[in-house]
């Protein structure tokens, strides 16, 4: 059985264990990256393909004859067409759950930097402005404890869950908003009536048509002036000129995004402007702990033996 991992670079450093996967296969191939016009050659005559964000387009799966099964080292599926894969008899797979102690502890962390002015008071410890300092602390940048803060999540999934989880330990109270687009669920917020209430909000939600640029400036109106935002899901949830001119005015104490519309971010975007304050980006890596990646590596060989043996796990159409 011949298999192709087109895009292995975005996913092993060279710090995941690989034996486990290869040896499923009597032909193994690891491509560091595959550029748009690479995927057809690469492809053809393999069994088995592994990605995680290169795109199989109709077109493409239409030409690979030998293939059978495409596993998906991520959750997402939309760089897959699904419907085209379940016509010509070529079942998918995906992960799952591999990164929420990794997400949830970057947030966690993204919310505690903010909070404690932690950047600020790195660079003022580093810069000489401690060391001309009239008394043995420097306190020129205001510190805020989670305790008794409300936390708002928006998407209660694994991560959503599991942020929740550690805010409680940090004494936060916690609201969880409705499903956008979906049915009311006891004990949880419409969004409108969650907004006014939150010190911190959390996005854990997917992008779709319905969460598309869901928090707007008139969302942020809603917001308690000098709340927080925090954002680990997509970067097209949040309107990020609108989120730029909150923080620019004061509307928001500060904001941190693992994320943004484009990714990376070639063309620029207005969240990288120099003038914004109390802005923390990170550059789409709350996922990539080492455990989280190898727990990867480990779900796409267990749905690659399953495949085998005719069991599908985690089959996605």
């Known amino acids: 059985m011949q298999a192709v991992f087109l895009d292995l670079n975005s ?47 109709r077109e493409t799966l239409s030409s690979a004859t030998q293939l059978k099964h495409v596993c998906i080292a991520a959750t997402g599926t939309n760089n897959v067409d699904l419907q085209a894969a379940t016509e010509l008899g070529i079942s998918v797979s995906n992960c799952q759950a591999y ?11 993204l919310m505690l930097a903010l909070h ?20 043995f602390c420097l306190l020129d940048y205001p510190i805020q404890e989670l305790s008794g ?30 499903r956008i687009g979906g049915d009311s669920i006891g004990g949880r917020v419409a969004l409108p009536e969650l907004l006014p209430q939150v010190d911190v909000l959390s996005l854990h939600c997917p992008l779709t048509e319905e969460t598309r640029d869901l928090i707007d400036a008139n969302a942020i109106e809603q917001m308690k002036t000098g709340a927080f935002l925090i954002n680990a899901s997509r970067g097209g949830i949040v309107n990020e000129s609108d989120l730029a001119d909150a923080l ?14 484009e990714e990376p971010p070639v063309n620029g975007n207005p969240l990288l402007a ?44």
């Open 11 to 57: 996913l092993d450093c060279d710090d995941l264990n690989l034996s486990a996967l290869k040896a499923e296969f009597s032909d193994f191939t690891g491509y560091p990256a595959t550029a748009p016009q690479q995927v057809a050659e690469r492809i053809a005559g393999a069994d088995v393909v592994i990605v995680n964000k290169v795109v199989l387009d």
């Open 99 to 109: 990164g929420t102690a990794s997400v949830s502890q970057h947030v966690m962390a």
């Open 116 to 135: 404690t002015n932690l950047i600020r008071y790195n660079e003022a410890a580093r810069n000489g402005q401690w060391a001309r300092a009239q008394q």
């Open 149 to 178: 803060k409300t936390l708002g999540i928006v998407g209660y999934g694994n991560l959503g869950a599991g942020v929740a989880q550690l805010a409680g330990a940090f004494g936060m109270d916690v609201l969880i908003a409705q």
């Open 248 to 261: 620019r005015r004061g509307k928001l104490a500060g904001a941190a995004t693992d994320v943004l519309c």
């Open 274 to 317: 120099d003038d914004i304050p109390n802005l923390i980006i990170t550059p789409h890596s709350a996922w990539g702990s080492v455990q989280a990646r190898q727990r990867i590596v480990d779900q796409v060989t267990e749905s690659i033996a399953g495949y085998k043996c005719g069991e599908m796990i985690r089959q996605v159409n």
